[in-house]
């Protein structure tokens, strides 16, 4: 048993190394990184071997990379599949296995070495095998996992699937429609051009898909009638995927909310809270705080990066972090104080820990200038100062705010 969740655990840790990785595992984003530039090698490399200029002097070079990385990717197909396993957990081993190798990413991955390996065992095969090397630019679609804003590509175009297959349909019924309009417009008057039905099928869709090569064009006064009416449908035909993408785009961003927005729909106040050289958290992990029930470490900014709060993460000292709770009550109404501070007023110009004030008050906030400032005992108030105070004291030209 326990060589075999030691097997387990060993599988899971490569899943995790293979798959996306997070900030904190270096190990992983070493991984990505290598599959990246792999990636972009190998592109390169199919690219720079049709260039008789690089393929003469360097062809040699450009074929031990392409080899290198092709043998990378046959590695990587083989941990993947390994560990699929632990990428699905909820299914046998065998499933798991056959559940990635069918998907998109597992087709795209196998494709993207076996053609390379084949032609040895099968040399008749060569040229048809050369071909499906083209399938190995999709493994592109590997980088699109690193990045969240190029995800958004794929979500879009999979929640607009349906319409843009619509729009797909609308767009080949009219190409069929007009080809075999115009073939009949202008087969009598170009019977060498205009040859048969295909014929028309070309001079459609270089029309409505508005290229226009120019190698097909009608004579006729029918057939010019019949192109400028097919022309301006082309327009608007090509709008037509391009609107749905756009529209698409502009749903996807529109379900991003703010956390002021998701806080006020889910009764939950956050506030963010950087942490100093000298506060006590600097230096303890988020488990060590004994943070009470009801608040969470909702995120953690680092050094412009977010790092996910998990109970082992040890805050350092320029860590910002949004903390969550739930909000009070609307019955639990807390009174406090309002206060400007006037010239006359004998708190000015003194720091809050020398103000003569009674343990039953206390400075919750201080504004100065339309900033707010977290009170603490070296804050030097000053005149125009707005203090937001708790007292059960009475204060003369205070104001009662109620929370």
Request: aromatic fraction near 10%; charged fraction near 20%; proline fraction near 4%.
């Amino acid at each position: 048993m326990t060589d075999k969740n030691t097997r387990m655990a060993r599988r899971k840790r490569v899943s995790e190394i293979i798959e996306v990785g997070y900030d904190q595992d270096w190990l992983s984003r070493l991984y990505d990184l290598i599959n990246a530039l792999a990636i972009v090698a190998n592109l390169a490399a199919s690219i720079l071997y049709t260039f008789e200029a690089v393929r003469l002097p360097f062809g040699w070079l450009v074929l031990t990379l392409e080899q290198v990385t092709v043998a990378f990717f046959a590695v990587d197909y083989c941990l993947r599949l390994w560990t699929a396993r632990a990428l699905f957990p909820g299914l046998s081993e065998p499933r798991a296995v056959l559940k990635y190798a069918l998907s998109f990413s597992g087709v795209v991955d196998l494709l993207s070495f076996l053609p390379y390996y084949l032609p040895f065992f099968f040399p008749a095969g060569a040229v048809a095998f050369r071909m499906f090397r083209v399938v190995r630019i999709f493994r592109l679609f590997r980088i699109n996992a690193y990045y969240d804003s190029l995800n958004v590509i794929t979500q879009v175009i999979t929640s607009k699937g349906q319409q843009l297959l619509s729009s797909v349909f609308i767009i080949l019924v009219l190409m069929l429609a007009s080809s075999l309009c115009m073939y009949s417009l202008e087969h009598e008057a170009q019977p060498q051009v205009f040859t048969n039905a295909f014929s028309g099928i070309w001079w459609s869709v270089s029309t409505l898909l508005t290229v226009g090569y120019g190698d097909i064009y009608p004579i006729t006064t029918m057939g010019k009638l019949f192109g400028i009416i097919i022309s301006f449908l082309g327009v608007g035909m090509v709008a037509i995927p391009t609107g749905i993408i756009s529209a698409g785009f502009v749903d996807q961003y529109s379900r991003i909310k703010r956390l002021s927005e998701y806080a006020h729909e889910s009764d939950i106040h956050f506030i963010k809270v950087s942490l100093l050289p000298k506060d006590p958290w600097a230096g303890k992990t988020i488990v060590e705080l004994g943070l009470p029930a009801g608040v969470i470490v909702a995120a953690i900014q680092r050094n412009g990066k977010i790092v996910v709060p998990r109970g082992s993460v040890e805050l350092r000292a320029g860590d910002t972090l949004v903390l969550g709770a739930k909000s009070l009550g609307d019955d639990k109404h807390i009174d406090l104080k309002e206060m400007v501070l006037r010239s006359q007023n004998p708190w000015n110009g003194l720091p809050i820990r020398e103000l003569d004030i009674s343990r039953q008050t206390i400075i919750v906030m201080v504004r100065r200038k339309g900033n707010v400032l977290i009170p603490n005992g070296d804050l030097v108030l000053k005149e125009g100062d707005s203090i937001i105070l708790y007292t059960q004291s009475h204060l003369r030209d205070a104001n009662t705010i109620e929370v």
